[in-house]
């Protein structure tokens, strides 16, 4: 049975029975049960009419709002210039309905002081569906956003060095302080963690937000850990029409954890740091994620270095020094909120191996040729998306600028498949929030990598 969301707009002092009365004749029109109503969505300065909260609590449903500006995105069909003087977005009724990404299966319908429009509601993604789980022998493979090849000598030396103190306890005083030099910081303001994901599941734990936004599409580490810590996870879609840029506009006011990805994956978006930064507000932890920040020759957008209440930033090593078997990240926030989240942790969850090469890796000399390793990337991107967007049917909705590219093509599941069956493994786009079927996320290789999947991607296409 279908799922259905309910996107109502109405007027001030309309009644419960008018809502649900529109509500049953459009069900009946569409030919579904009341039963298969799991939603109803609106605009926020209406979410509190007594008519809409009544008719809500009446049919046993969640009521679900959204900010104008949020729904103002949404593609309807039957945009009007009244309702968007009058509320601030072209529609309510249908962009509410659509608002979670689902489809339109009958338009708006009205009475005298309400409108709805039905929708389906997605299937739920699976969260923890990673680029590892498309990856198997004898596939060449462009799913993982990891530097392919293995860490540089200089960092496997440090590494086999460390192995002489692996009888003892790990400590990490040394890989805080390396980390917070790296970053001007204090030490009191760096936890070490096994990868970034281990900072999203210490921040589920130990937060105690009542609204939490994250904004899509994006890394689902952060949403899956909160879910699994019994939050409920309210999401920002990010409109592929406007290139996924940030709208801080769209953020609830009072959302008191957001978390964002800078440069996102999968978009390969770079928001400006101004526009995150205008996130931060009292009362709320802004989280982000920065595990591919230094993809981006001189990791410009960075906040890592602003020390501001409520902003946390998350930190991975695994990405430029090809290193995720080993487990290290950081996370970067006040002395208090790392104080809290360290309470979480395990003892010792971070290894020898990893604070030695967090050590390692916040060298200037390490900087500085991550720096290079960056602008060698940058180059092998431009020299992918050119191959790309010489294929027909191929889009890229944005200037990608990580050490990735999120390409849309019509039937791209079918392509997905047709891809392992000729020797390639991509990303899959369908376990996004907000992406679908028809994405696929490529990681950039060296030119050669590239010219073997596009000449393959042709003949697929």
Not at 213 to 222: A, D, Y
Not at 332 to 359: D, F, I, M
Request: with cysteine.
């Amino acid at each position: 049975m279908t799922a259905v969301v309910v996107g109502l707009g109405c007027r001030p002092g309309v009644s419960r029975d008018e809502i649900v009365g529109l509500i049953a004749a459009a069900l009946a029109e569409a030919g579904l049960s009341a039963t298969a109503v799991a939603q109803m969505s609106t605009v926020d300065s209406r979410v509190a009419e007594p008519g809409v909260v009544a008719a809500a609590a009446g049919l046993g449903i969640a009521l679900v709002s959204y900010p104008a500006e949020q729904l103002d995105v949404v593609e309807v069909p039957h945009p009007s210039p009244l309702v968007r003087h009058a509320v601030g977005t072209a529609s309510v009724a249908e962009a509410a309905a659509l608002a979670g990404g689902g489809e339109l299966l009958l338009p708006k319908r009205k009475s005298a002081l309400a409108t709805v429009a039905l929708a389906s509601l997605p299937a739920q993604v699976d969260l923890t569906h990673h680029g590892d789980a498309e990856v198997a022998d004898g596939l060449v493979d462009l799913a993982v956003n990891v530097r392919a090849d293995a860490p540089p000598a200089w960092l496997r030396s440090v590494l086999v060095s460390a192995l002489d103190d692996i009888s003892s306890y790990p400590r990490t005083s040394e890989a805080r302080a390396a980390v917070a030099a790296r970053h001007g910081r204090r030490p009191e303001q760096v936890l070490l963690t096994a990868g970034a994901a281990e900072a999203f599941v210490l921040l589920a734990r130990t937060t105690t937000a009542r609204r939490i936004v994250v904004v899509h599409p994006q890394f689902t580490e952060p949403e899956a850990a909160l879910r699994a810590a019994g939050h409920q996870v309210e999401r920002v879609i990010l409109d592929p029409s406007r290139g996924f840029r940030l709208d801080p506009a769209a953020i609830p006011d009072d959302a008191d954890l957001v978390v964002i990805g800078n440069p996102t994956n999968p978009t390969s978006v770079l928001h400006p740091a101004d526009s995150l930064l205008r996130l931060a507000k009292p009362g709320r932890m802004l989280v982000v994620d920065e595990a591919f920040a230094d993809t981006v020759p001189g990791e410009p957008e960075s906040v890592a270095g602003l020390g501001l209440p409520g902003l946390v930033v998350v930190r991975s090593l695994t990405k430029t020094w090809g290193l995720a078997g080993l487990r290290v990240g950081y996370l970067l926030a006040p002395a208090e909120v790392v104080s809290t989240v360290e309470q979480a942790q395990p003892r010792w969850s971070v290894s020898t191996l990893a604070a030695a090469a967090a050590v390692a890796c916040s060298t200037p000399q390490a900087l500085a040729e991550a720096n290079q390793a960056a602008v060698l990337l940058a180059d092998h991107r431009s020299y992918l998306l050119e191959k790309l967007l010489a294929l027909p049917g191929i889009t890229v909705p944005v200037e990608p600028v990580s050490s990735f590219v999120l390409a849309r093509v019509a039937g791209g599941l079918r392509v997905w498949e047709r891809l392992r069956e000729r020797g390639f493994a991509v990303r899959r786009g369908d376990t996004f929030p907000g992406l679908g079927k028809d994405w696929l996320r490529i990681a950039v290789r060296d030119p050669a990598t590239t010219d073997a999947f596009v000449n393959i991607l042709a003949e697929v296409l």
